[in-house]
């Protein structure tokens, strides 16, 4: 078992005086009242892991003043927090100071999943029914008497009934839908097996009959149940947890009326030409411009620039960029919906490329499968009518063929394997959208990075601390750790947590750094031009005292961590890659040379760069993309299959197929060998499915089979599909997070 | 066979009560943290559960 010591330190909590998560207005605004007085308040925190976790984060809640009651979910890695007041208790200063990062949960649902629900209690009814059914089926293929036979008969009657059309309704409907659209899925020879079924045995328990269908009919239903639930549970299980991160967009914004009042305004309530109050350390709600103040401003996840851009009034500012070191008054330029966003929505749209063209695997099988069904339970049926002329007889043996080979272990054998695929990757922190997404991801050909904050952890970090003098460090450190721009926060990371330095008259100029006094000395750290007096032949980032040079700082955009491992094992699998990159040239150079990835482009705009995924699509690659940034959004959508770190953009996250919440790119690897090793069992599921049918089907045909064999041969095939399932992920030992790319031939 | 028939009404009531506890527990949240009931079973302090009707 893993645990919780030390706690992560993360950039919030670093920059101590500023305010920790969101305005208490913010998250007023998306709590909800459950109870009179009492409101409750979801966050997310994903980097909860274990019991003590759970426990370290109720006790802090409980001591809280006004906090009702608080209770962790460590499945969904959720906080619910009931609180009574006017005003939130301090729920995010709280967690930092555990260690844990949080955020805003959406509220609007209440986490509970209506469809989820009705499936499983459908499911519930079938196992309920099936067993009881087969238990009764059991004594009457034992032996029974006539009398007896036909009693158990009604009674399994009376059960199948309400069973067929309580937990059956989800592929009435589904197969009402395909007919309507004058298509046939997997749902049609279900439906009209299990109605033909059940009227037949009727029919026999009416007339005394000695071979009912009751119990196939029953578990059939329950088989087919088990597998539309575990593809449901898998869909929504990424999605929450996907759901739960961080926003880019606030909810809300501090707006200033004509008359001089203040009011926290909603999103959508925003207009253009209202003046906000954007708070050092806030996003840009809506497109905006600078009407008065001075700041950094971070596009990253907006344009890919690595560097903070220093901005005035005037300047024009993009929805999700973040006003890193001075507050600013903006004017909005347009709503929340004509936002930036909205022009890369357009993009997404239009670029929506391989997944929309792809069929799923169980979709084709039933594709070619059904019509198969149909046309030898018909055939049998015709047969049979011209060998004795029997109807009742012919009709029999047509149904037993049509039960037989419904699609039971066919129906499972594609969602098992996928939850269990999801199972092992949600263990690494990977989330997958749909099973779709796995099918895709075994299929790729080359693999498509951007840089910033994908390949490189988007944070800027110190490089040549140990060249500097631990005092040197200390009294940089001590100015640092007032700003929030990315620079002061690498330097005030490297320095530890031993800053005690008291420096007076301080004071941040944006765009330029911070300066502050100590023993009648002036200390500036920040840009050479301002710092230095004397010009040192340097530039970049420097920490001086009374203008002379005390320490020259290389800060980069590290690698994200697993990022060479991650390249090498991909290149060893013979992986074609390739950066594709907003930032300028020399960064993405250096990052390619890094990493040995020869293959890049540097100053791409978003629609550059799904023109560049649809370029290879269309020359019959599969590319996997792998992005962060908003800019990015139109390239995840455009690509065969996509992934992107839990720290992008939520559009970003929203158009990826798979998202991976731990910081290291091993994720990449790792997801597509679990993805391989996936579409192999699938296949061999397939398999298996098909030969067992292959051989049941003449078999029935000829009508040798009676209904207690069918119904247990179903129930037997179905159960060899799931253990061999289960078989996915023994090859990778101990779950170690150095993962070989599996053979690509399997994928073949 | 005919004096043992009373055992099957009995058999089905048994099961619909453990349909109708499974359906209880479902509607009842009990679900909904499976990781977080297996680790909080460990924990020392045996303090009755607050009145929580779902998260």
Not at chain 1, 24 to 40: P, Y
Not at chain 1, 284 to 313: C, F, H, Q, Y
Not at chain 1, 647 to 668: E, M, T
């Amino acid at each position: 078992m893993s645990c919780c010591v030390p706690p992560p330190v993360f950039a919030e909590a670093i920059a101590g005086p500023q305010r920790v998560g969101p305005a208490a207005d913010e998250i007023l605004l998306s709590s909800r009242e459950v109870d009179k007085g009492v409101r409750q308040t979801d966050l997310s925190v994903p980097s909860i892991h274990c019991g003590a976790c759970v426990q370290a984060i109720e006790k802090a809640f409980g001591a809280l003043d006004r906090v009702e009651s608080a209770r962790v979910n460590l499945s969904t890695k959720r906080v619910a927090v009931r609180w009574k007041g006017e005003a939130p208790p301090p729920l995010f200063a709280t967690l930092a100071r555990l260690g844990y990062e949080a955020h805003l949960y959406e509220t609007g649902d209440d986490g509970k999943d209506p469809a989820l629900g009705a499936l499983v209690r459908a499911l519930a009814v079938a196992a309920f029914a099936s067993m009881n059914i087969m238990m009764l089926s059991g004594s009457v293929w034992s032996g029974a008497d006539a009398a007896t036979r036909d009693v158990l008969h009604w009674i399994c009657a009376g059960l199948t009934l309400p069973t067929l059309l309580y937990s059956g309704r989800v592929f009435y409907v589904s197969a009402w839908k395909a007919l309507r659209h004058g298509r046939a899925n997997m749902d049609v020879p279900i439906t009209v097996g299990v109605f033909l079924a059940f009227a037949l045995s009727v029919y026999d328990t009416i007339h005394s009959g000695t071979e009912v269908y009751y119990d196939a009919t029953v578990s059939l239903l329950f088989f087919l149940l088990i597998g539309r639930t575990l593809d449901h549970v898998m869909r929504e299980r990424a999605r929450t947890a996907v759901k739960g991160l961080a926003r880019l967009a606030p909810r809300g914004a501090l707006v200033e009326q004509a008359d001089g009042t203040r009011e926290y305004l909603p999103l959508r309530e925003i207009g253009p030409g209202m003046r906000i109050l954007l708070a050092a350390g806030e996003r840009v709600p809506v497109d905006a411009t600078i009407l008065s103040g001075s700041s950094d401003v971070d596009r990253s996840l907006v344009t890919g620039e690595s560097a903070p851009a220093p901005m005035e009034a005037g300047a024009r500012l993009e929805a999700g960029t973040l006003n890193l070191t001075g507050p600013l008054t903006i004017r909005a330029e347009a709503g929340e919906r004509e936002s930036t966003l909205a022009e890369l929505l357009r993009l997404m749209e239009a670029a929506s490329g391989g997944r929309s063209r792809y069929r799923r695997i169980a979709d084709r099988v039933a594709g070619v499968y059904a019509p198969v069904v149909h046309l030898a339970a018909l055939v049998t049926f015709l047969g049979w009518m011209a060998v004795n002329g029997d109807v009742h007889n012919a009709v029999t043996i047509a149904i037993a063929v049509l039960i037989i080979t419904c699609p039971c272990a066919l129906g499972l054998a594609v969602p098992m394997v996928q939850v269990v695929a999801a199972r092992r990757l949600f263990d690494v922190g990977i989330m997958v959208k749909d099973g779709s997404a796995l099918e895709r991801l075994a299929e790729i050909d080359c693999v498509v990075f951007d840089k910033t904050g994908t390949l490189t952890t988007g944070q800027p970090q110190l490089a040549n601390a140990e060249a500097i003098s631990a005092e040197t460090l200390a009294l940089a450190g001590g100015l640092a750790v007032h700003s929030r721009h990315p620079h002061a926060r690498s330097i005030a990371l490297a320095t530890g947590d031993t800053i005690a330095v008291a420096f007076t008259n301080m004071r941040e100029v944006p765009g330029a750094g911070i300066e502050g006094v100590l023993n009648g000395a002036q200390y500036r750290l920040g840009r050479a031009d301002w710092a230095l007096t004397r010009p040192a032949g340097t530039t970049g980032t420097v920490f001086a005292r009374d203008g002379d040079l005390l320490a020259h700082f290389d800060i980069r955009d590290a690698l994200r961590a697993g990022a060479r491992e991650a390249i090498q094992v991909l290149m060893a699998g013979d992986m074609p890659l390739e950066i594709v990159s907003g930032d300028e040239a020399v960064s993405v150079d250096a990052v390619g040379d890094a990493l040995g990835i020869a293959n890049r482009s540097a100053g791409v705009m978003p629609g550059g760069k799904s023109a560049r995924l649809a370029a290879l699509s269309a020359s019959g690659r599969r590319p996997l993309m792998v992005g962060d940034g908003l800019n990015d959004a139109p390239a995840l959508a455009a690509a065969y299959v996509s992934m992107a770190p839990g720290s992008a953009a939520d559009i970003g996250r929203n158009a990826a197929d798979l998202v991976f919440l731990r910081d290291n790119l091993d994720a990449v690897p790792q997801a597509i060998a679990i993805a391989r090793e996936a579409s192999r069992l699938v296949r061999q599921n397939l398999v298996l499915a098909l030969v067992y049918n292959a051989v049941a089907l003449p078999v029935a045909t000829i009508g040798l089979i009676n209904p207690f064999l069918a119904a247990v041969a179903m129930s037997a095939s179905s159960v060899v599909v799931v253990l061999n399932a289960l078989r996915l992920g023994w090859s990778f030992p101990g779950r170690s997070s150095h993962t070989a790319l599996l053979p690509a031939e399997a994928t073949a | 066979m005919t004096d043992f028939f009373y055992l099957i009404p009995i058999s089905l009531i048994l099961g619909t009560g453990g349909l109708i506890l499974f359906l209880w527990t479902l509607r009842n949240g009990q679900y909904e943290d499976l990781d977080g009931a297996a680790e909080r079973i460990l924990y020392e302090e045996d303090e009755p559960r607050r009145d929580w009707d779902g998260i």
